[in-house]
């Protein structure tokens, strides 16, 4: 078991930027894979970022592709979103999510991920 809990978001204006941040705790953190998805109102839960258990290898959707940096410190067992040139669009509740590094597929679907945080709110304002 691993429980994951987000901060870091908040209100900002269009063009700027914000850091969230996943801590973990439980089990060892590199033992997971972890990734970032976002909620909009009325919408589903999007795929945003994934990162391999050892920081590696980095996958991101189209949409935050140069915009947005994944990245993990399995020392301080804590995974990082970066999020520049923020748009209105990229308003949205964003959560952590975590599965064992053993599993296989595409990492961009929320039924791939066993664990999950509670969701912290990013407001990007035009």
């Known amino acids: 078991q691993v429980q994951l809990v987000e901060s870091g978001g908040g209100l900002v204006q269009a063009g700027g930027s914000l850091r969230l941040s996943c801590a973990a705790s439980?089990?060892?953190?590199?033992?997971?894979?972890a990734g970032w998805f976002r909620q909009a109102p009325g919408k589903e839960r999007d795929f945003v970022a994934h990162?391999?258990?050892?920081?590696?290898?980095?996958y991101y959707a189209d949409s935050v592709k140069g915009r947005f940096t994944i990245s993990r410190d399995n020392a301080k067992n804590t995974v990082y979103l970066q999020m520049n040139s923020l748009k209105p669009e990229d308003t949205a509740v964003y959560y952590c999510a975590a599965r064992g590094r053993e599993k296989i597929g595409s990492a961009y679907y929320t039924y791939e991920y066993d664990y999950w945080g509670q969701g912290t709110q990013v407001t990007v304002s035009s």
């Open positions: 439980g089990r060892t953190f590199s033992r997971y894979t």
């Open positions: 990162i391999t258990w050892s920081g590696g290898s980095t």
